[in-house]
């Protein structure tokens, strides 16, 4: 792997855009969460895929699907980044996270897997936090087993589970992430089984579009409040967000927002993760940075307008 460019800002968060050694480009970033220091947390977010084939409407890294990264590939990342801060790969943060989260739809790739369960033969950390998202789809069920065997057995209270649901509507979800996936009833069957007292509940993150309802009655019917946590974070402007004229229901400087509230009501634990609005210009949450340069005619201002630079490696 070589680190072709990158873009950000140290004192949020770093885009790293790099070339797979047989061809292909991934991304994967380091971010700190202010006014926390790096001393205290610190969060690496990974491809699992090169490209990724579920191509949902609102995601620029899906429909260029070149690959499954191996291990190494995986590992690759975290270790370029793990040394630029700790070269001993003793990792000296109160939180340290890694999302499998960046490009790629994780379950599809049982390297994945393998990466969590040698992470502690690679690395030196007091609290490490494993984070996988997923759209849960159809045929991952084997992937997802395995997963709950790893979890219960090196991670017992710290693994963070997230579904990206987007709405509570079938078939707007059907729209937005054209593949098949799991049905809501067996989202919740399977989070019953992962989810063990002591440990994190499990989260249903929201990318919530303007348009996209989501339904208390049909949370409840299928989510219990004390298994499930609401995520709820802003569409990212990404190049496909800004073409399918996409609008985000989170949005920076809105002090309360009526169906969180609503949600509240019903019992449910909400979060609202609106992130740094420069993180978005840099381009560090999900979505892809170089797809998204590619189509730079179709980005707005509110987009990735921080400058590439290129790393000579
Ligand atoms: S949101 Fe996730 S599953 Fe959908 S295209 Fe992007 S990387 Fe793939």
Not at 176 to 190: H, L, R, T
Not at 239 to 252: D, L, Q
Not at 261 to 284: A, D, F, M, P, Q
Request: proline residues 5%.
């Amino acid at each position: 792997m070589k680190i072709r460019a990158k873009a950000g800002t140290e004192d949020i968060a770093t885009v790293y855009i790099a070339e797979l050694e047989n061809g292909g480009v991934i991304e994967f970033v380091e971010s700190i969460q202010p006014p926390l220091p790096l001393e205290k947390k610190w969060v690496l977010i990974v491809s699992t895929l090169c490209g990724c084939p579920v191509d949902c409407t609102f995601c620029d890294a899906g429909g260029s699907f070149r690959k499954k990264l191996s291990v190494e590939e995986i590992f690759s990342q975290i270790d370029y980044i793990v040394s630029g801060k700790f070269p001993d790969r003793k990792i000296r943060t109160e939180k340290f996270k890694i999302q499998f989260a960046r490009i790629g739809e994780p379950s599809f790739n049982p390297a994945v897997l393998e990466v969590l369960g040698k992470f502690y033969e690679r690395y030196e950390t007091e609290n490490f936090i494993p984070s996988v998202s997923t759209i849960a789809p159809k045929g991952a069920e084997n992937f997802f087993e395995k997963l709950l065997d790893i979890k219960n057995s090196l991670y017992p209270e710290n693994f963070q589970l997230q579904f990206s649901l987007h709405t509570t509507d079938r078939k707007r979800r059907d729209e937005m992430i054209p593949v098949k996936k799991w049905s809501f009833g067996e989202i919740a069957d399977y989070s019953e089984r992962f989810y063990g007292k002591g440990g994190k509940k499990i989260t249903l993150n929201f990318a919530l579009e303007e348009s996209s309802p989501v339904e208390a009655d049909v949370l409840e019917k299928y989510f219990n409040p004390e298994i499930f946590l609401l995520k709820f974070t802003p569409l990212n402007p990404t190049a496909k967000v800004i073409r399918n004229n996409y609008k985000s229901y989170i949005r920076p400087g809105i002090e309360k927002f009526g169906l969180i509230e609503k949600l509240n009501l019903h019992g449910y634990e909400t979060l609202v993760s609106i992130g740094e609005l420069e993180e978005n210009r840099i381009g560090s949450n999900c979505g892809q940075y170089i797809s998204s340069t590619r189509e730079s005619a179709e980005t707005s201002g509110e987009s990735y307008t921080y400058k590439i630079n290129k790393v000579n490696s």
